[in-house]
Protein backbone atom coordinates (compact mmCIF):
# COMPACT_ATOMS: atom_id res chain seq x y z
CA UNK A 1 0.00 0.00 0.00
CA UNK A 2 3.03 2.52 0.67
CA UNK A 3 4.46 1.81 -2.43
CA UNK A 4 1.37 2.46 -4.46
CA UNK A 5 1.00 5.70 -2.72
CA UNK A 6 4.37 6.89 -3.33
CA UNK A 7 3.74 5.81 -7.58
CA UNK A 8 0.94 7.90 -8.09
CA UNK A 9 2.44 11.31 -7.60
CA UNK A 10 5.46 10.01 -9.31
CA UNK A 11 3.27 8.89 -12.68
CA UNK A 12 1.93 12.48 -12.83
CA UNK A 13 4.95 14.25 -12.61
CA UNK A 14 6.16 12.41 -15.52
CA UNK A 15 3.09 12.96 -17.16
CA UNK A 16 4.05 16.84 -16.52
CA UNK A 17 6.91 16.59 -17.88
CA UNK A 18 6.05 15.41 -21.15
CA UNK A 19 3.38 17.73 -21.85
CA UNK A 20 6.03 20.27 -21.48
CA UNK A 21 8.00 18.68 -23.82
CA UNK A 22 5.91 18.33 -26.74
CA UNK A 23 4.63 21.65 -26.32
CA UNK A 24 8.92 23.11 -26.53
CA UNK A 25 8.99 20.69 -29.11
CA UNK A 26 5.35 22.22 -31.31
CA UNK A 27 6.39 25.91 -30.80
CA UNK A 28 10.11 24.95 -32.19
CA UNK A 29 8.27 23.46 -35.08
CA UNK A 30 6.58 26.40 -36.04
CA UNK A 31 8.84 29.09 -35.59
CA UNK A 32 11.44 26.73 -37.47
CA UNK A 33 8.57 26.47 -40.47
CA UNK A 34 7.77 30.35 -40.08
CA UNK A 35 11.68 31.10 -40.66
CA UNK A 36 11.98 29.03 -43.38
CA UNK A 37 8.68 30.18 -44.90
CA UNK A 38 10.27 34.01 -44.55
CA UNK A 39 12.97 32.97 -46.21
CA UNK A 40 11.56 30.89 -49.12
CA UNK A 41 9.23 34.18 -49.89
CA UNK A 42 12.57 36.11 -49.53
CA UNK A 43 14.19 34.21 -52.01
CA UNK A 44 11.09 34.36 -54.50
CA UNK A 45 10.67 38.28 -53.91
CA UNK A 46 15.01 38.26 -54.75
CA UNK A 47 14.35 36.36 -58.23
CA UNK A 48 11.07 38.51 -58.88
CA UNK A 49 13.73 41.63 -58.98
CA UNK A 50 16.18 39.41 -60.74
CA UNK A 51 13.72 38.54 -63.33
CA UNK A 52 12.13 41.59 -63.11
CA UNK A 53 15.05 43.35 -63.81
CA UNK A 54 16.43 41.55 -66.43
CA UNK A 55 13.14 40.89 -68.46
CA UNK A 56 11.95 44.31 -68.06
CA UNK A 57 8.36 45.66 -66.38
CA UNK A 58 5.18 42.69 -67.13
CA UNK A 59 2.53 44.12 -69.58
CA UNK A 60 -0.93 44.09 -68.26
CA UNK A 61 -2.99 40.87 -70.12
CA UNK A 62 -6.35 41.86 -71.78
CA UNK A 63 -9.77 40.29 -71.18
CA UNK A 64 -10.50 40.06 -74.66
CA UNK A 65 -8.49 38.89 -77.65
CA UNK A 66 -9.39 39.89 -80.79
CA UNK A 67 -9.93 36.80 -83.48
CA UNK A 68 -11.89 37.08 -86.65
CA UNK A 69 -12.44 33.35 -86.53
CA UNK A 70 -14.03 33.60 -83.28
CA UNK A 71 -16.32 36.10 -84.86
CA UNK A 72 -17.55 33.98 -87.53
CA UNK A 73 -18.53 31.44 -85.42
CA UNK A 74 -20.58 34.01 -83.38
CA UNK A 75 -22.11 35.17 -86.68
CA UNK A 76 -23.00 32.02 -87.51
CA UNK A 77 -24.29 30.98 -84.37
CA UNK A 78 -27.11 33.66 -85.08
CA UNK A 79 -27.32 33.32 -89.30
CA UNK A 80 -27.99 29.91 -89.12
CA UNK A 81 -31.22 29.70 -87.27
CA UNK A 82 -32.00 33.34 -88.40
CA UNK A 83 -31.90 32.16 -91.90
CA UNK A 84 -33.82 28.86 -91.14
CA UNK A 85 -36.99 30.81 -89.39
CA UNK A 86 -37.09 33.11 -92.47
CA UNK A 87 -37.26 30.30 -94.86
CA UNK A 88 -39.61 28.34 -92.89
CA UNK A 89 -42.07 31.18 -92.61
CA UNK A 90 -41.79 32.40 -96.47
CA UNK A 91 -43.09 28.69 -97.24
CA UNK A 92 -45.68 28.48 -95.32
CA UNK A 93 -47.42 32.17 -95.29
CA UNK A 94 -46.45 31.84 -99.41
CA UNK A 95 -48.53 28.62 -99.28
CA UNK A 96 -46.03 26.09 -101.11
CA UNK A 97 -47.81 23.12 -101.83
CA UNK A 98 -45.14 19.91 -102.07
CA UNK A 99 -48.12 17.11 -103.48
CA UNK A 100 -49.70 14.16 -101.67
CA UNK A 101 -46.74 13.12 -99.91
CA UNK A 102 -43.13 14.42 -99.21
CA UNK A 103 -40.35 13.66 -101.37
CA UNK A 104 -40.15 10.09 -102.99
CA UNK A 105 -43.01 7.64 -102.84
CA UNK A 106 -43.94 5.98 -99.38
CA UNK A 107 -42.20 6.04 -96.34
CA UNK A 108 -43.40 9.21 -95.27
CA UNK A 109 -43.46 8.24 -91.86
CA UNK A 110 -39.76 8.00 -91.84
CA UNK A 111 -39.20 11.62 -93.55
CA UNK A 112 -41.67 13.01 -91.18
CA UNK A 113 -39.33 11.70 -87.94
CA UNK A 114 -35.94 12.52 -89.72
CA UNK A 115 -38.30 16.17 -89.78
CA UNK A 116 -38.97 16.04 -85.98
CA UNK A 117 -34.83 15.65 -85.50
CA UNK A 118 -34.19 18.47 -87.95
CA UNK A 119 -37.17 20.44 -85.88
CA UNK A 120 -35.42 19.71 -82.64
CA UNK A 121 -31.70 20.72 -83.78
CA UNK A 122 -33.63 24.46 -85.20
CA UNK A 123 -35.18 24.56 -81.41
CA UNK A 124 -31.39 23.91 -80.38
CA UNK A 125 -29.63 26.75 -82.31
CA UNK A 126 -32.38 29.24 -81.40
CA UNK A 127 -31.97 28.76 -77.44
CA UNK A 128 -27.94 28.71 -78.06
CA UNK A 129 -28.41 32.22 -80.04
CA UNK A 130 -30.25 33.52 -77.48
CA UNK A 131 -27.98 32.34 -74.41
CA UNK A 132 -25.51 33.34 -76.45
CA UNK A 133 -26.58 37.41 -76.50
CA UNK A 134 -27.46 37.04 -72.72
CA UNK A 135 -23.82 35.82 -72.33
CA UNK A 136 -22.43 38.71 -74.02
CA UNK A 137 -24.88 41.27 -72.13
CA UNK A 138 -23.66 39.59 -68.65
CA UNK A 139 -19.86 40.17 -69.80
CA UNK A 140 -20.02 43.44 -70.79
CA UNK A 141 -21.76 44.78 -67.73
CA UNK A 142 -18.65 42.48 -66.09
CA UNK A 143 -16.22 44.36 -67.82
CA UNK A 144 -17.13 47.52 -68.58
CA UNK A 145 -20.51 47.92 -67.01
CA UNK A 146 -21.51 48.43 -63.26
CA UNK A 147 -21.65 44.96 -62.37
CA UNK A 148 -24.25 42.00 -61.95
CA UNK A 149 -26.02 40.80 -58.77
CA UNK A 150 -24.68 37.25 -57.88
CA UNK A 151 -28.28 35.73 -58.94
CA UNK A 152 -27.82 36.83 -62.68
CA UNK A 153 -24.38 35.88 -63.38
CA UNK A 154 -25.19 32.52 -64.43
CA UNK A 155 -28.78 34.06 -66.47
CA UNK A 156 -27.58 32.75 -69.72
CA UNK A 157 -28.35 28.78 -68.54
CA UNK A 158 -31.58 29.78 -66.83
CA UNK A 159 -33.63 31.74 -68.93
CA UNK A 160 -35.01 28.19 -70.60
CA UNK A 161 -36.62 27.35 -67.68
CA UNK A 162 -39.47 29.15 -66.70
CA UNK A 163 -38.80 27.72 -62.96
CA UNK A 164 -35.39 30.50 -63.12
CA UNK A 165 -38.50 33.31 -63.22
CA UNK A 166 -40.08 32.38 -59.81
CA UNK A 167 -36.63 31.80 -57.74
CA UNK A 168 -34.76 34.15 -55.47
CA UNK A 169 -32.19 34.28 -58.09
CA UNK A 170 -34.43 36.56 -60.25
CA UNK A 171 -36.32 38.49 -58.23
CA UNK A 172 -32.92 39.26 -56.18
CA UNK A 173 -31.97 40.78 -59.61
CA UNK A 174 -35.08 42.71 -60.56
CA UNK A 175 -35.26 44.08 -56.76
CA UNK A 176 -31.19 45.55 -57.17
CA UNK A 177 -30.59 48.95 -57.94
CA UNK A 178 -29.28 49.43 -61.54
CA UNK A 179 -28.51 51.67 -64.04
CA UNK A 180 -29.31 49.24 -66.70
CA UNK A 181 -31.54 46.72 -64.66
CA UNK A 182 -34.75 47.55 -67.35
CA UNK A 183 -32.96 46.50 -70.32
CA UNK A 184 -31.08 43.53 -68.82
CA UNK A 185 -34.57 42.12 -66.92
CA UNK A 186 -36.42 42.94 -70.21
CA UNK A 187 -33.82 41.09 -72.20
CA UNK A 188 -34.37 38.44 -69.77
CA UNK A 189 -38.09 38.29 -69.86
CA UNK A 190 -38.31 38.18 -73.83
CA UNK A 191 -35.32 35.53 -74.12
CA UNK A 192 -37.19 33.64 -71.16
CA UNK A 193 -40.90 33.76 -73.41
CA UNK A 194 -39.43 32.85 -76.69
CA UNK A 195 -37.72 30.02 -75.35
CA UNK A 196 -40.63 27.36 -74.74
CA UNK A 197 -42.56 28.67 -77.77
CA UNK A 198 -39.18 27.63 -80.13
CA UNK A 199 -39.90 23.75 -80.17
CA UNK A 200 -44.03 24.10 -81.11
CA UNK A 201 -43.39 26.59 -83.27
CA UNK A 202 -40.42 24.72 -85.07
CA UNK A 203 -41.86 21.41 -85.54
CA UNK A 204 -45.37 23.47 -86.84
CA UNK A 205 -43.33 25.54 -89.38
CA UNK A 206 -41.22 22.47 -90.32
CA UNK A 207 -43.61 19.67 -90.40
CA UNK A 208 -46.08 19.55 -93.75
CA UNK A 209 -49.43 19.13 -93.36
CA UNK A 210 -52.69 18.53 -95.30
CA UNK A 211 -54.31 21.36 -96.06
CA UNK A 212 -56.98 22.47 -99.15
CA UNK A 213 -55.14 24.80 -101.13
CA UNK A 214 -56.97 26.90 -103.45
CA UNK A 215 -56.30 26.14 -107.00
CA UNK A 216 -58.38 28.42 -109.45
CA UNK A 217 -61.83 29.78 -109.38
CA UNK A 218 -64.72 31.75 -110.67
CA UNK A 219 -68.16 31.85 -111.56
CA UNK A 220 -70.91 29.75 -112.94
CA UNK A 221 -73.23 30.65 -115.58
CA UNK A 222 -76.58 29.51 -116.38
CA UNK A 223 -78.89 30.48 -118.42
CA UNK A 224 -82.02 31.81 -116.66
CA UNK A 225 -83.03 33.90 -113.40
CA UNK A 226 -82.87 32.96 -110.34
CA UNK A 227 -86.71 32.58 -109.88
CA UNK A 228 -86.50 30.29 -112.61
CA UNK A 229 -83.61 28.30 -111.72
CA UNK A 230 -85.21 28.11 -107.67
CA UNK A 231 -88.61 28.89 -108.12
CA UNK A 232 -90.42 29.89 -105.08
CA UNK A 233 -93.66 28.00 -106.60
CA UNK A 234 -93.27 24.60 -108.40
CA UNK A 235 -95.79 24.74 -111.27
CA UNK A 236 -96.53 22.31 -113.93
CA UNK A 237 -94.86 22.83 -116.66
CA UNK A 238 -95.29 21.65 -120.53
CA UNK A 239 -97.14 18.38 -120.92
CA UNK A 240 -94.32 15.95 -122.56
CA UNK A 241 -94.82 13.78 -125.63
CA UNK A 242 -97.07 10.84 -125.47
CA UNK A 243 -95.23 7.79 -124.02
CA UNK A 244 -92.81 9.77 -122.44
CA UNK A 245 -92.63 11.50 -118.73
CA UNK A 246 -91.67 14.52 -118.04
CA UNK A 247 -87.66 16.08 -117.55
CA UNK A 248 -88.24 16.41 -113.58
CA UNK A 249 -89.49 12.45 -113.12
CA UNK A 250 -86.44 11.52 -114.90
CA UNK A 251 -84.90 9.83 -111.90
CA UNK A 252 -87.60 7.59 -110.86
CA UNK A 253 -86.26 4.44 -112.23
CA UNK A 254 -82.77 5.22 -110.27
CA UNK A 255 -85.05 5.49 -107.08
CA UNK A 256 -86.91 2.38 -107.74
CA UNK A 257 -84.08 0.33 -108.52
CA UNK A 258 -82.40 1.59 -105.37
CA UNK A 259 -85.03 1.93 -102.97
CA UNK A 260 -84.36 -0.95 -101.13
CA UNK A 261 -80.98 -0.78 -100.91
CA UNK A 262 -81.15 2.94 -99.46
CA UNK A 263 -84.12 1.90 -96.88
CA UNK A 264 -81.67 -0.75 -95.14
CA UNK A 265 -78.66 1.71 -95.46
CA UNK A 266 -81.15 4.40 -94.04
CA UNK A 267 -83.02 2.00 -90.95
CA UNK A 268 -78.70 1.45 -90.28
CA UNK A 269 -78.37 5.34 -89.88
CA UNK A 270 -76.37 5.76 -93.32
CA UNK A 271 -76.86 9.33 -94.24
CA UNK A 272 -76.41 9.50 -97.71
CA UNK A 273 -76.79 7.32 -100.93
CA UNK A 274 -75.37 6.95 -104.25
CA UNK A 275 -76.87 5.90 -107.51
CA UNK A 276 -74.02 3.42 -108.32
CA UNK A 277 -73.81 4.17 -111.72
CA UNK A 278 -72.05 7.00 -114.12
CA UNK A 279 -72.55 10.43 -112.73
CA UNK A 280 -75.08 11.10 -110.22
CA UNK A 281 -76.24 13.43 -107.33
CA UNK A 282 -75.81 12.12 -103.64
CA UNK A 283 -78.52 11.94 -101.81
CA UNK A 284 -78.73 12.76 -98.22
CA UNK A 285 -81.49 11.19 -95.64
CA UNK A 286 -81.92 12.09 -91.39
CA UNK A 287 -84.54 9.88 -91.54
CA UNK A 288 -87.06 9.56 -88.42
CA UNK A 289 -86.39 7.81 -85.34
CA UNK A 290 -89.16 6.50 -83.77
CA UNK A 291 -93.02 7.42 -84.11
CA UNK A 292 -92.92 9.82 -81.73
CA UNK A 293 -94.82 13.83 -82.46
CA UNK A 294 -92.39 15.87 -84.18
CA UNK A 295 -90.34 13.47 -85.54
CA UNK A 296 -89.97 14.27 -89.20
CA UNK A 297 -88.01 12.88 -92.21
CA UNK A 298 -85.25 15.31 -94.26
CA UNK A 299 -83.68 14.50 -97.24
CA UNK A 300 -81.85 17.16 -99.56
CA UNK A 301 -79.87 16.62 -102.95
CA UNK A 302 -77.65 19.04 -105.01
CA UNK A 303 -79.37 21.09 -108.14
CA UNK A 304 -78.99 19.24 -111.00
CA UNK A 305 -78.54 21.86 -113.45
CA UNK A 306 -75.62 23.11 -111.56
CA UNK A 307 -74.01 20.18 -110.88
CA UNK A 308 -73.93 18.85 -114.81
CA UNK A 309 -72.12 22.59 -115.48
CA UNK A 310 -70.09 22.07 -112.21
CA UNK A 311 -68.70 18.54 -113.56
CA UNK A 312 -68.40 20.08 -116.93
CA UNK A 313 -66.22 22.65 -115.71
CA UNK A 314 -64.11 20.27 -113.54
CA UNK A 315 -63.62 18.49 -116.42
CA UNK A 316 -62.15 21.54 -118.41
CA UNK A 317 -60.07 22.34 -115.24
CA UNK A 318 -58.75 19.22 -114.82
CA UNK A 319 -57.15 18.95 -118.73
CA UNK A 320 -56.50 22.58 -118.44
CA UNK A 321 -54.22 21.67 -115.48
CA UNK A 322 -52.50 18.78 -117.43
CA UNK A 323 -51.84 20.71 -120.62
CA UNK A 324 -50.51 24.32 -118.38
CA UNK A 325 -48.11 22.06 -116.42
CA UNK A 326 -46.25 21.43 -119.70
CA UNK A 327 -45.49 24.82 -120.24
CA UNK A 328 -45.69 26.38 -116.94
CA UNK A 329 -43.45 23.79 -114.32
CA UNK A 330 -44.34 25.52 -111.22
CA UNK A 331 -48.11 24.28 -111.89
CA UNK A 332 -46.90 20.43 -111.82
CA UNK A 333 -47.20 20.36 -108.12
CA UNK A 334 -51.17 20.81 -108.46
CA UNK A 335 -51.24 17.52 -110.15
CA UNK A 336 -49.78 15.82 -107.59
CA UNK A 337 -52.25 16.29 -104.90
CA UNK A 338 -54.41 13.29 -103.20
CA UNK A 339 -57.26 14.73 -104.02
CA UNK A 340 -59.41 17.58 -105.68
CA UNK A 341 -62.46 19.24 -104.75
CA UNK A 342 -64.45 21.13 -107.14
CA UNK A 343 -66.81 23.41 -104.84
CA UNK A 344 -70.10 26.03 -105.97
CA UNK A 345 -71.72 27.47 -103.31
CA UNK A 346 -75.53 27.51 -104.71
CA UNK A 347 -79.26 26.91 -103.19
CA UNK A 348 -79.92 22.59 -102.42
CA UNK A 349 -83.89 21.83 -102.37
CA UNK A 350 -84.23 20.34 -99.29
CA UNK A 351 -87.72 18.50 -98.28
CA UNK A 352 -89.44 17.86 -94.77
CA UNK A 353 -91.98 15.31 -94.74
CA UNK A 354 -94.36 13.92 -92.07
CA UNK A 355 -96.50 11.74 -91.91
CA UNK A 356 -99.33 10.74 -89.40
CA UNK A 357 -99.67 7.29 -88.16
CA UNK A 358 -101.47 4.29 -90.50
CA UNK A 359 -105.35 4.23 -90.16
CA UNK A 360 -107.42 1.52 -90.52
CA UNK A 361 -110.59 2.57 -92.95
CA UNK A 362 -112.52 -1.12 -92.51
CA UNK A 363 -115.97 0.48 -91.59
CA UNK A 364 -115.51 4.48 -92.39
CA UNK A 365 -116.05 6.08 -95.45
CA UNK A 366 -112.77 7.68 -96.72
CA UNK A 367 -113.04 11.52 -95.93
CA UNK A 368 -111.10 13.74 -93.24
CA UNK A 369 -106.98 13.31 -92.96
CA UNK A 370 -105.11 14.72 -90.80
CA UNK A 371 -101.58 16.30 -92.16
CA UNK A 372 -99.16 16.56 -89.40
CA UNK A 373 -98.58 20.71 -89.17
CA UNK A 374 -95.28 21.80 -89.82
CA UNK A 375 -93.99 24.63 -88.61
CA UNK A 376 -92.03 27.40 -91.04
CA UNK A 377 -88.96 28.42 -89.10
CA UNK A 378 -87.74 27.06 -85.38
CA UNK A 379 -89.16 30.28 -83.99
CA UNK A 380 -92.54 29.70 -84.89
CA UNK A 381 -93.76 27.94 -81.74
CA UNK A 382 -97.18 29.43 -81.39
CA UNK A 383 -99.36 26.77 -83.38
CA UNK A 384 -97.40 24.04 -82.72
CA UNK A 385 -100.34 22.63 -80.17
CA UNK A 386 -102.43 22.36 -83.88
CA UNK A 387 -100.59 18.94 -84.28
CA UNK A 388 -102.80 18.35 -87.57
CA UNK A 389 -104.58 19.59 -89.82
CA UNK A 390 -107.81 17.87 -90.95
CA UNK A 391 -108.67 17.76 -94.87
CA UNK A 392 -111.37 16.68 -96.70
CA UNK A 393 -110.00 14.51 -99.44
CA UNK A 394 -112.86 11.94 -100.38
CA UNK A 395 -113.24 13.73 -104.11
CA UNK A 396 -109.43 13.51 -104.40
CA UNK A 397 -109.44 9.48 -103.69
CA UNK A 398 -112.30 9.27 -105.62
CA UNK A 399 -110.81 10.42 -108.30
CA UNK A 400 -107.75 8.51 -108.29
CA UNK A 401 -109.80 5.56 -107.92
CA UNK A 402 -112.18 6.48 -110.92
CA UNK A 403 -109.07 7.23 -113.38
CA UNK A 404 -107.11 4.03 -112.38
CA UNK A 405 -109.91 1.11 -111.67
CA UNK A 406 -107.38 -1.27 -110.71
CA UNK A 407 -106.13 0.51 -107.54
CA UNK A 408 -109.47 0.29 -106.13
CA UNK A 409 -108.53 -2.01 -102.26
CA UNK A 410 -111.30 -4.61 -104.08
CA UNK A 411 -109.22 -5.13 -106.78
CA UNK A 412 -106.77 -8.56 -106.75
CA UNK A 413 -103.65 -6.55 -108.05
CA UNK A 414 -104.13 -3.68 -105.24
CA UNK A 415 -101.25 -2.91 -103.45
CA UNK A 416 -100.43 0.97 -102.84
CA UNK A 417 -102.58 4.15 -104.12
CA UNK A 418 -100.96 7.50 -103.95
CA UNK A 419 -102.99 11.51 -104.49
CA UNK A 420 -101.58 15.45 -104.21
CA UNK A 421 -103.50 17.96 -103.15
CA UNK A 422 -102.72 21.30 -102.20
CA UNK A 423 -103.36 21.96 -98.64
CA UNK A 424 -105.26 24.74 -97.55
CA UNK A 425 -103.81 27.60 -95.86
CA UNK A 426 -104.02 26.55 -92.10
CA UNK A 427 -102.13 28.40 -88.84
CA UNK A 428 -98.65 27.73 -88.37
CA UNK A 429 -98.36 25.30 -91.59
CA UNK A 430 -95.67 25.79 -93.58
CA UNK A 431 -96.11 22.61 -95.88
CA UNK A 432 -98.09 23.10 -99.19
CA UNK A 433 -98.35 19.87 -100.50
CA UNK A 434 -100.57 17.01 -98.68
CA UNK A 435 -99.59 13.13 -100.13
CA UNK A 436 -102.68 10.46 -99.47
CA UNK A 437 -101.12 6.54 -99.40
CA UNK A 438 -103.51 4.31 -99.39
CA UNK A 439 -102.82 0.70 -98.82
CA UNK A 440 -104.51 -2.85 -97.95
CA UNK A 441 -105.58 -2.87 -94.24
CA UNK A 442 -104.32 -5.03 -91.59
CA UNK A 443 -106.63 -7.90 -91.86
CA UNK A 444 -106.58 -7.64 -95.93
CA UNK A 445 -110.23 -6.57 -96.58
CA UNK A 446 -112.44 -3.40 -96.17
CA UNK A 447 -111.37 -0.15 -97.77
CA UNK A 448 -107.65 -0.21 -96.39
CA UNK A 449 -105.47 1.80 -94.28
CA UNK A 450 -104.89 5.71 -95.43
CA UNK A 451 -102.02 7.65 -94.14
CA UNK A 452 -101.56 11.67 -94.64
CA UNK A 453 -98.11 13.02 -95.30
CA UNK A 454 -96.99 17.14 -95.07
CA UNK A 455 -94.77 18.15 -97.63
CA UNK A 456 -92.58 20.83 -96.90
CA UNK A 457 -89.96 21.96 -99.65
CA UNK A 458 -87.13 24.51 -99.31
CA UNK A 459 -84.30 26.29 -100.98
CA UNK A 460 -81.88 26.43 -98.64
CA UNK A 461 -78.04 27.81 -98.64
CA UNK A 462 -75.44 24.82 -99.42
CA UNK A 463 -72.53 23.88 -101.41
CA UNK A 464 -72.21 21.13 -104.01
CA UNK A 465 -69.07 19.60 -104.44
CA UNK A 466 -67.17 17.12 -107.01
CA UNK A 467 -64.26 15.29 -104.35
CA UNK A 468 -61.95 13.36 -106.50
CA UNK A 469 -59.11 10.88 -104.63
CA UNK A 470 -56.20 10.59 -107.15
CA UNK A 471 -54.85 6.84 -105.49
CA UNK A 472 -52.58 6.42 -108.79
CA UNK A 473 -50.70 8.76 -111.49
CA UNK A 474 -52.78 9.72 -114.13
CA UNK A 475 -51.26 11.36 -117.27
CA UNK A 476 -53.46 12.33 -119.28
CA UNK A 477 -56.80 13.48 -117.17
CA UNK A 478 -59.32 14.19 -119.77
CA UNK A 479 -58.59 10.19 -121.14
CA UNK A 480 -59.26 8.04 -118.79
CA UNK A 481 -62.79 6.99 -117.40
CA UNK A 482 -64.35 9.19 -114.72
CA UNK A 483 -66.22 8.58 -112.13
CA UNK A 484 -67.54 11.60 -110.77
CA UNK A 485 -69.97 11.77 -107.74
CA UNK A 486 -71.65 15.35 -106.69
CA UNK A 487 -71.78 15.50 -103.04
CA UNK A 488 -73.54 18.80 -101.30
CA UNK A 489 -73.75 20.02 -97.62
CA UNK A 490 -75.75 22.83 -95.68
CA UNK A 491 -74.30 25.82 -94.30
CA UNK A 492 -75.32 24.84 -90.67
CA UNK A 493 -76.84 21.04 -91.52
CA UNK A 494 -78.94 19.08 -88.70
CA UNK A 495 -78.94 19.08 -85.53
CA UNK A 496 -81.87 16.24 -85.21
CA UNK A 497 -84.33 14.78 -86.78
CA UNK A 498 -86.99 17.03 -85.21
CA UNK A 499 -85.15 20.01 -86.80
CA UNK A 500 -86.77 23.39 -87.97
CA UNK A 501 -85.08 25.66 -90.21
CA UNK A 502 -83.83 29.12 -88.84
CA UNK A 503 -85.63 32.13 -89.54
CA UNK A 504 -82.37 33.51 -90.81
CA UNK A 505 -83.23 34.49 -95.08
CA UNK A 506 -80.91 30.63 -95.95
CA UNK A 507 -84.44 28.62 -96.12
CA UNK A 508 -86.50 29.68 -98.51
CA UNK A 509 -89.96 28.49 -98.48
CA UNK A 510 -91.23 26.54 -101.60
CA UNK A 511 -95.02 26.06 -102.78
CA UNK A 512 -95.09 23.07 -104.48
CA UNK A 513 -98.67 22.38 -106.45
CA UNK A 514 -100.80 19.59 -107.21
CA UNK A 515 -100.34 19.87 -111.03
CA UNK A 516 -96.33 20.07 -110.66
CA UNK A 517 -96.76 16.84 -108.57
CA UNK A 518 -99.28 14.53 -110.98
CA UNK A 519 -96.46 16.13 -113.49
CA UNK A 520 -93.58 14.31 -111.47
CA UNK A 521 -95.38 10.78 -110.54
CA UNK A 522 -97.24 10.35 -113.64
CA UNK A 523 -98.41 6.41 -114.85
CA UNK A 524 -95.52 4.41 -115.11
CA UNK A 525 -94.65 3.88 -118.89
CA UNK A 526 -95.52 0.53 -120.01
CA UNK A 527 -92.87 -2.34 -119.69
CA UNK A 528 -91.49 -3.95 -122.90
CA UNK A 529 -93.71 -6.96 -123.35
CA UNK A 530 -91.70 -10.30 -122.38
CA UNK A 531 -91.77 -12.77 -125.41
CA UNK A 532 -93.75 -15.53 -126.00
CA UNK A 533 -92.20 -18.59 -124.21
CA UNK A 534 -92.38 -16.69 -121.53
CA UNK A 535 -94.82 -17.00 -118.34
CA UNK A 536 -98.02 -14.87 -119.89
CA UNK A 537 -99.16 -14.39 -115.98
CA UNK A 538 -95.97 -12.05 -115.49
CA UNK A 539 -97.05 -10.08 -118.48
CA UNK A 540 -100.60 -9.52 -117.41
CA UNK A 541 -99.32 -8.57 -113.72
CA UNK A 542 -96.61 -6.02 -115.53
CA UNK A 543 -99.40 -4.19 -117.80
CA UNK A 544 -102.86 -4.67 -115.12
CA UNK A 545 -100.68 -2.42 -112.26
CA UNK A 546 -101.21 1.03 -114.00
CA UNK A 547 -99.38 2.50 -111.11
CA UNK A 548 -97.38 5.88 -110.98
CA UNK A 549 -93.81 6.10 -110.59
CA UNK A 550 -94.36 6.74 -106.86
CA UNK A 551 -96.51 4.09 -106.21
CA UNK A 552 -94.06 2.13 -107.97
CA UNK A 553 -91.37 3.04 -105.96
CA UNK A 554 -93.51 2.53 -102.92
CA UNK A 555 -94.38 -1.18 -104.23
CA UNK A 556 -91.04 -1.95 -104.20
CA UNK A 557 -91.14 -2.24 -100.06
CA UNK A 558 -93.33 -0.52 -98.20
CA UNK A 559 -97.20 -2.03 -99.70
CA UNK A 560 -97.44 -3.78 -96.48
CA UNK A 561 -96.29 -1.38 -94.13
CA UNK A 562 -99.45 -1.48 -92.28
CA UNK A 563 -98.32 -4.88 -90.83
CA UNK A 564 -95.61 -3.47 -89.99
CA UNK A 565 -96.49 -0.36 -88.28
CA UNK A 566 -93.53 1.77 -89.89
CA UNK A 567 -93.75 5.48 -90.81
CA UNK A 568 -90.32 6.54 -92.39
CA UNK A 569 -90.19 4.51 -95.02
CA UNK A 570 -93.38 6.21 -96.76
CA UNK A 571 -91.58 9.83 -95.54
CA UNK A 572 -88.18 8.66 -97.32
CA UNK A 573 -89.86 7.16 -100.57
CA UNK A 574 -92.05 10.63 -101.02
CA UNK A 575 -88.74 12.14 -100.36
CA UNK A 576 -86.72 10.79 -102.43
CA UNK A 577 -88.97 11.60 -104.95
CA UNK A 578 -89.88 15.19 -104.21
CA UNK A 579 -86.27 15.92 -103.50
CA UNK A 580 -84.92 14.08 -107.16
CA UNK A 581 -87.90 16.37 -109.16
CA UNK A 582 -87.18 19.55 -106.83
CA UNK A 583 -83.38 19.31 -108.44
CA UNK A 584 -84.62 19.11 -111.80
CA UNK A 585 -86.97 22.04 -111.41
CA UNK A 586 -85.32 24.04 -114.40
CA UNK A 587 -84.56 21.00 -116.86
CA UNK A 588 -86.72 22.16 -119.19
CA UNK A 589 -84.67 25.37 -119.67
CA UNK A 590 -81.68 25.21 -122.31
CA UNK A 591 -77.96 25.93 -121.17
CA UNK A 592 -75.64 28.24 -123.16
CA UNK A 593 -74.24 26.53 -126.46
CA UNK A 594 -70.95 25.88 -123.98
CA UNK A 595 -73.03 23.39 -122.03
CA UNK A 596 -74.68 21.49 -124.53
CA UNK A 597 -72.22 18.88 -125.42
CA UNK A 598 -72.09 18.50 -121.40
CA UNK A 599 -75.71 17.51 -121.40
CA UNK A 600 -75.10 14.51 -123.96
CA UNK A 601 -71.88 13.22 -122.24
CA UNK A 602 -72.97 13.12 -118.72
CA UNK A 603 -77.09 12.70 -118.83
CA UNK A 604 -79.30 14.09 -116.43
CA UNK A 605 -77.44 12.68 -113.23
Known sequence: MLLLSYTKPFLEGVGTLSNFLFGVLKFLWKVTNLLFSKIRSFLQQLKHRFYAVR?????????????????????????????????????????FFIGRELDGLGRDSVKLGVLQVAAKVHELFIIASLGAVIFHVVRNQLARGEGLPLGLMGVGFSFGSVSFFFSPDFWAGVSVSHPRKKRIIALVVTAGLIAPLVGPTSAVLMIPRELDWAAGGGYLWLNGTENQLWPSKLEKGHSPEDGEVHCIAAGWEDIRDNYQTWAFDASQAVPSFEVPQGLGRKFYARTR??????????????????????????????????????????????????????????????????????????????????????????????HLYEGYQVVNATDVIEREMRANPDSAPESPGFRVLTAGLQLPPFPGQSASL????????????????????????????????????????????????????????????????????PNDGTWRRVNVTSGWFDQLTPREPPRKRPSDDEDEDDDDDDDSRNQTTLEAVLNTMIWDAPTRETIWEVEFAIGLTIIDGMSRSSCDRDFDAICKESQQNYGSG
Open 55 to 95: SGPENPKPLFKPSHLSTILCCLLHLLPTLLTIILITLNLGG
Open 289 to 382: QSNAFREETWVFTAHNDVTILQSYMYSIWSSALHYLSKKEPEYLRLRKASTRTATVESDLPAVRVSCSPWTDNSNSRLSLFSFPVLAEYNDNTD
Open 434 to 501: GVIVFTRSKRGTGRGASQACSIDARWAKGKSFIQETKTTIQPVPIYYPRHLTIESEFEGGFSSTSFSP
